[in-house]
């Protein structure tokens, strides 16, 4: 197998964008071959820990304060979902 | 009988018309689709909940500004995208980002938000051209195609961009992992 071809399985392996066939080749390959096995392994898991952040969390707070900056600039945006009303703006007291 | 994508894309084809024809409704109707998704990708390029949340804004006022230019083609998830990527690479640019602490992980084990941290840490580490498709293929489950389409660029140079990028990765965090431990 050639650096480049070699190279490319691996990266695919990686993304886990192999055929299961040619996974277990792969796989069978670096039984014998602790650098390659090291290689597959290592980019694995970093894609699997890539993949498991599922991101900020999108709160009822930044959704109604995406929606306030939008108005602010002018934008004319009707949501079907009412501002909850702990999360109106408040006027502030007077006397 | 259509499926459940066709009539989805039916569905956006007729809000997309709703839109253009500058009906209020429809884009709060696509703020509803797309928000939390728009949301998500400009908080992992932008790395802060303020900056996220401005860039998510701006992305849904420039989709009302330019709602006459709308096609229903299919291609308006990587336009808006599109739009909202380079939004956040023009702050970045403009180095007026808010430096905050990152989140407050809210779920999982202490040592899982510490590796989700120093992931983030990482990607953010990586040159744009890497970070752009790890984020749309890796994190945002698009297709290389979408992914592609997004970025302006061909599938093979995506392709090569994303192999690239999870090697640079995977070397950060050793070297990040390392100085932790």
């Known amino acids: ?38 290689d597959m392994r290592t980019l694995r898991e970093t894609v699997d820990t890539l993949r498991a952040d599922s991101g900020a969390a999108f709160t009822e707070e930044s959704y109604q304060r995406i929606l306030q900056r939008i108005y602010i600039r002018g934008g004319n945006i009707q949501p079907r979902a009412a501002t909850p009303a702990a999360l109106q703006y408040q006027l502030p007291m007077l006397g | 009988m259509p499926n459940d994508e066709s009539r989805e894309s039916l569905a956006e084809k007729k809000l997309l018309r709703a839109l253009a024809d500058g009906n209020p409704e429809a884009v709060g109707q696509i703020y509803e689709i797309y928000g939390e998704r728009i949301f998500r990708f400009t908080f992992r390029l932008l790395g802060n909940r303020s900056d996220a949340e401005d860039a998510t804004a701006e992305t849904f006022l420039r989709v009302l ?23 956040c690479i023009d702050k970045i640019r403009q180095h007026k980002l808010i430096e905050l602490p990152p989140d407050t992980p809210v779920n999982g084990s202490e040592e899982r938000s510490a590796l989700r941290v120093t992931v983030r840490q990482a990607l953010s580490q990586l040159p744009q051209d890497y970070q752009d498709p790890l984020i749309l293929c890796d994190l945002e489950d698009f297709s290389a195609q979408e992914a592609a389409d997004i970025l302006d660029i061909s ?15 995977r070397d950060k965090l050793g070297s990040l992992m390392e100085r932790t431990s």
């Open chain 2, 65 to 87: 500004r330019r709602s006459a230019e709308l096609r229903a083609d299919g291609a308006f998830k990587t336009w808006l995208f599109r739009i909202a990527r380079n939004l």
């Open chain 1, 1 to 38: 197998m050639n650096h480049e071809l070699h190279r490319k399985l691996v990266d695919l392996y990686g993304g886990r964008e192999l055929p299961p066939d040619v996974d277990a080749i792969l796989e069978a390959a670096a039984a014998t071959d602790a650098e390659l096995a090291h």
């Open chain 2, 155 to 169: 599938v093979p140079a995506l392709k090569s961009r994303l192999y690239r990028g999870r090697r640079s990765l």
